[in-house]
């Protein structure tokens, strides 16, 4: 037997045993879709890849081999994602609005694949979720302009779903006409209290009325309807495109760092573990007393948790009573966090923990 047929018995036996070990994986990565499909969660997980690649290649003691074979891995991974990509194809998602709305981008972009569902409100859209009409919903917590989504806030202290991830969407609005409409012509501009208000100043210099509409995309497809060349809507790019309007001015809202943060919640909690770059979500409420709240605020920072914010919303079933939901930074699935949630549940009458999400 010359050295050939020696090295193609080799590689046979090796690419039977690779064929194995690549169906056990993938299968495994069938658990992951499901897993993943569950929660609402994006299919590539950088961080998650780049400390796979890191430990396998160390595996590989011929450094000559070892570049082939983080090559091989990244390749395997790229399999994985397809295929996982083909397994969560049938997930539904739900949003507020209409195609063309900030919120629909945002479905777009964190489910490539899924089908995405537009419902009437927050609270419809929520509820799709709830009932298991679709499996996630995407909607927007805070905008770095305007500030708090509060309606949304609500259904996330009062309702079961959990936030298990948020990713961050640059707004730009801008001016859309008919047609043959021009700048110098539009005496109205109807879009969404928020965007509005973002583009106050450009309003106000071009002498243009703001008119309150729902939601951007519908202040869109209303001009579009309407067909006036005197009046505007508000909205994005996109909106533009799918209701036929013309882009009479680019970029007006006021501040150029105007980002909305959309949570993506689901039935079922991702309680992910040993991830520091985590952040995570409480809902409380103290006791009606002096110092209820300090005392709640230093046993956050006793055990070492940064806030990234703290907010306040009145509760719709007692007058002047409040509760309050706070972002922090770190991994609260840990005996660190346990120990500060058994100490805060001391001193709060409620206490839930949202979820524990990356940030995109």
């Given amino acids: 037997m010359d050295k050939l047929e020696q090295a193609r018995i080799l590689i046979n036996e090796a690419d039977k045993g690779i064929a194995e070990l690549f169906c056990k994986r993938m299968n495994a990565a069938r658990l992951v879709a499901e897993y993943k499909k569950e929660r609402g969660l994006p299919i590539l997980d950088e961080a998650r890849e780049n400390a796979v690649i890191a430990k396998n290649s160390a595996l590989v003691e011929?450094?000559?081999?070892?570049?082939?074979?983080?090559?091989?891995?990244?390749?395997?991974?790229e399999l994985s994602r397809d295929f996982q990509h083909k397994l969560i194809s049938g997930a539904k998602i739900a949003y507020s609005g209409i195609p063309g709305a900030f919120a629909s981008l945002a479905a777009e972009k964190l489910f490539p694949d899924a089908e995405h569902i537009a419902y009437g409100d927050f609270e419809q859209a929520y509820n799709a979720c709830v009932r298991g009409e679709c499996d996630s919903v995407v909607l927007p917590i805070e905008n770095s302009y305007a500030g708090?989504?509060?309606?949304?806030?609500?259904?996330?202290?009062?309702?079961t779903l959990y936030i298990n991830g948020v990713m961050g969407l640059a707004v730009t609005q801008n001016l859309l006409g008919v047609p043959g409409s021009r700048l110098e012509d539009i005496t109205e501009a109807i879009s969404h209290?928020?965007?509005?208000?973002?583009?106050?100043v450009y309003l106000r210099e071009h002498g243009i009325t703001?008119?309150?509409?729902?939601?951007?995309?519908?202040?869109?497809?209303?001009?579009?309807?309407?067909?006036?060349?005197?009046?505007?809507?508000?909205?994005?790019?996109?909106?533009?495109?799918?209701?036929?309007?013309e882009v009479l001015?680019?970029?007006i809202n006021e501040s150029n760092m105007n980002t909305t943060r959309f949570a993506t919640l689901s039935r079922v909690?991702?309680?992910?573990?040993?991830?520091?770059?985590?952040?995570?979500?409480?809902?409380?409420?103290?006791?009606?007393?002096?110092?209820?709240?300090?005392?709640?605020?230093?046993?956050?920072?006793?055990?070492?948790?940064?806030?990234?914010?703290?907010?306040?919303?009145?509760?719709?079933?007692?007058?002047?009573q409040y509760y309050f939901y706070m972002e922090a930074?770190?991994?609260?699935?840990?005996?660190?966090g346990d120990a500060m949630l058994a100490e805060?549940?001391?001193?709060?009458?409620?206490?839930?923990?949202v979820g524990s999400y990356a940030v995109r």
């Avoid at 519908?218 to 790019?237: C, R, T, Y």
């Avoid at 805060?344 to 923990?353: G, I, Y």
Wanted: glycine share 8%.
């Fill in 193 to 200: 209290p928020q965007a509005l208000e973002q583009s106050a």
């Fill in 62 to 77: 011929d450094e000559e081999l070892r570049a082939y074979y983080v090559n091989f891995i990244k390749y395997t991974m």
């Fill in 210 to 245: 703001p008119v309150s509409f729902s939601n951007t995309a519908l202040a869109a497809k209303h001009v579009a309807e309407l067909g006036k060349k005197n009046v505007a809507a508000i909205a994005g790019d996109e909106a533009a495109k799918i209701y036929g309007l």
């Fill in 148 to 159: 708090e989504v509060g309606q949304v806030m609500d259904l996330i202290f009062s309702g």
């Fill in 269 to 320: 909690e991702n309680k992910r573990t040993g991830r520091p770059d985590d952040n995570f979500m409480l809902v409380f409420t103290v006791k009606h007393e002096a110092g209820a709240l300090a005392e709640a605020i230093n046993i956050i920072g006793k055990y070492g948790y940064n806030m990234r914010g703290l907010h306040s919303r009145p509760m719709r079933e007692l007058m002047w």
């Fill in 329 to 336: 930074e770190g991994d609260i699935r840990s005996a660190n």
């Fill in 249 to 251: 001015a680019h970029g």
């Fill in 344 to 353: 805060l549940a001391t001193v709060c009458d409620k206490l839930k923990l």
